[in-house]
């Protein structure tokens, strides 16, 4: 099973609009990431947010970790056409020889121009 | 900067037939992982190495095996191809932050198969 998932699904805005995309999980984590995906392409690392921290920044990307929760939130500011791609979180769990990444189903964000 | 290749990056079998997919890196990291992509179910991990010779298995890993000789390649091969193995293949890499954690996953451009 996933341990994250993603929601809504799809997410259709304007451009000059924000999009939150929302990230729940199961079990403890030690770090959360965020990806995106362009058509056809490879995944791109965008951020990723430790346990011990609750929000971080980085350009127009805003996220968020509650831990009590066990969720997060991605927030893109004043979208841009070029920001339409599928966008996936992943936690960082501790497995018997190490860790690994482990990704939800997605988020689809189409930015209309 | 070649980062993760992965090769072929498209590729049609017969149900029964063996193929292995190949992947390398050039940043040294000793992190490396092998993910499936299908529609509707996000990426699903299936075999693992976190270091040359140690490999373990992930969510889905029937039907395929991996070996890790070299800290750049991480081959990943099909042994008998069903249509269920009908799916975008990603290798990815990371490096080890010195406390037991990695950081970001660095993905080659993907490997679609198809299985007939």
């Known amino acids: 099973s996933q341990q994250g998932e993603e929601d809504p699904q799809a997410l259709s805005i304007q451009e000059g609009e924000n999009a939150t995309m929302n990230c729940s999980y199961k079990?403890?984590?030690?770090?959360l990431q965020w990806y995106r995906q362009n058509s056809g392409r490879g995944l791109v690392h965008l951020i990723l947010?430790?346990?011990?921290?609750r929000e971080k920044h980085s350009g127009r990307l805003r996220v968020t970790l509650d831990t009590s929760k066990k969720s997060s939130s991605l927030l893109i500011t004043a979208s841009r056409a070029a920001d339409t791609a599928s966008y996936f979180c992943a936690t960082d769990r501790t497995m018997e020889y190490g860790n690994k990444l482990v990704f939800g189903a997605g988020t689809i964000l189409r930015v209309k121009s | 900067n070649a980062g993760v290749t992965q090769t072929p990056k498209f590729q049609v079998l017969k149900t029964g037939q063996s193929m292995t997919l190949q992947c390398a890196q050039d940043?040294?990291?000793?992190?490396m992982s092998w993910y499936r992509q299908d529609p509707g179910m996000g990426l699903r991990l299936i075999h693992y190495?976190?270091?040359?010779?140690?490999?373990d298995q992930g969510e889905v890993p029937n039907g395929y095996n991996v070996s890790r000789s070299t800290t750049e390649d991480f081959p990943l091969r099909l042994l008998s191809a069903a249509p269920s193995q009908t799916s975008v293949y990603f290798c990815?890499?990371?490096?080890?932050?010195?406390?037991?954690?990695?950081?970001?996953?660095?993905f080659g451009e993907g490997s679609r198969l198809t299985v007939l």
């Open positions: 990815a890499s990371s490096y080890e932050t010195g406390t037991g954690l990695y950081r970001e996953l660095f």
């Open positions: 940043m040294n990291h000793e992190y």
């Open positions: 947010i430790r346990s011990n921290e």
């Open positions: 190495s976190v270091g040359a010779g140690i490999t």
């Open positions: 079990t403890s984590i030690n770090n």
